[in-house]
């Protein structure tokens, strides 16, 4: 009935400004490839993507006392929607998992850096069309591999337009660092270039994960939990950020279900704890204290970035999240 409802209403929007107000249009993803949608203005001018790396959603929010994740379930998720049984559809490993989340497309990328995305990201795109240097976008990430994010193997975009990057140890491409480092070189790197897009990745939960150290893994939960919170309050109190920059808050993957193969140890199949995860989004433009329980997944993560950017993912096979925009 609702979606019936919202469908009629775009329908007559849309007929509305096409008769009388010659409104332009822009076209939106692979998706939804016939559906055309009025320009829409955003507050969002900066946009900010924290990945902690592999939590398992029942260490999360599948449990219903989060009580691993405090900060995230009753300090950040109440000021913005929260999106449960959120899903990474595609290779439940790290790189393909940030690449589905960076170019809005599932695949299996080798794990260990030597493979680009086959698609421009959400960063090439922005700069390209923003006409922007590579000072405007970053990836800040703990696994030196997640330098491949910054790149893609297509002819037409490698090497071009791409964003700035500071990964591993040193941020140079290589080795894993530690993510109190990360943190610091982020708030470095934020307070010093402002990028209006900025993807950050902590590697904790997921390496603590396959030590088979149980403590040490929830210890790790807790002080991501508590990263999150202090980038959302670095956003807050930064002048250049403050009031308009969205802060999302996702995994890459989560982990082998309870009682499945090694159980949090690994993850990397289709069982349901290696697809579960969740996503967070806080900001100007996103409602408050609103939660959704499954519907959207990793692809439809760039897809809503580019739409509050206003840039166009002509490859990505996301979908624009409309139900977490407030009315305008
Ligand atoms: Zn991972
Ligand atoms: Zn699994």
């Not at 959603?57 to 219903?64: I, N, V, W």
């Not at 923003?130 to 994010?149: E, P, Q, Y």
Request: proline content about 4%; hydrophobic content about 35%; glycine content about 8%.
């Amino acid at each position: 009935m609702i979606l019936i409802k919202s469908y009629r209403y775009r329908i007559l929007t849309i007929l509305a400004l096409v008769l009388f107000t010659g409104v332009g249009f822009s076209f939106n993803s692979d998706k939804c490839k016939d559906e055309v949608r009025p320009v829409r203005e955003y507050k969002t001018k900066y946009v900010v993507v924290l990945i902690i790396d592999g939590p398992r959603y029942s260490e999360t929010f599948g449990d219903s006392t989060c009580q691993y994740i405090p900060n995230l379930s009753t300090v950040l998720a109440p000021q913005g929607v929260l999106i449960k049984n959120f899903k990474n559809n595609g290779t439940t490993t790290t790189n393909s998992g940030h690449t589905a989340i960076c170019t809005g497309n599932y695949q299996s990328v080798k794990n260990d850096g030597s493979e680009l995305p086959k698609f421009p990201s959400m960063f090439q795109y922005f700069l390209n069309e923003k006409n922007l240097d590579s000072t405007h976008a970053w990836v800040i990430t703990s696994k030196g591999k997640l330098n491949i994010l910054a790149n893609t193997k297509n002819s037409k975009w490698n090497g071009k337009n791409t964003p700035s990057q500071y990964c591993g140890v040193d941020g140079k491409g290589e080795g894993y660092t530690n993510d109190a480092y990360t943190w610091r070189d982020a708030q470095s790197i934020l307070k010093k270039y402002h990028p209006e897009m900025t993807l950050i990745n902590l590697l904790e939960v997921d390496v603590r994960g396959h030590q088979n150290e149980w403590p040490e893994y929830l210890q790790a939960i807790k002080t991501t939990d508590n990263t999150a919170l202090n980038l959302w309050n670095f956003i807050q109190n930064d002048p250049v950020y403050k009031d308009n920059t969205t802060l999302i808050i996702t995994n890459d993957h989560g982990r082998h279900t309870v009682g499945h193969k090694n159980g949090f140890v690994n993850h990397g199949d289709n069982c349901d704890g290696c697809r579960t995860i969740y996503m967070i989004g806080l900001g100007p433009d996103f409602k408050k204290n609103f939660v959704i329980d499954g519907m959207y997944d990793q692809l439809d993560i760039s897809a809503t970035i580019a739409e509050m950017l206003h840039f166009k993912m002509p490859t990505s096979k996301g979908i624009v999240m409309d139900e977490l925009f407030v009315t305008p």
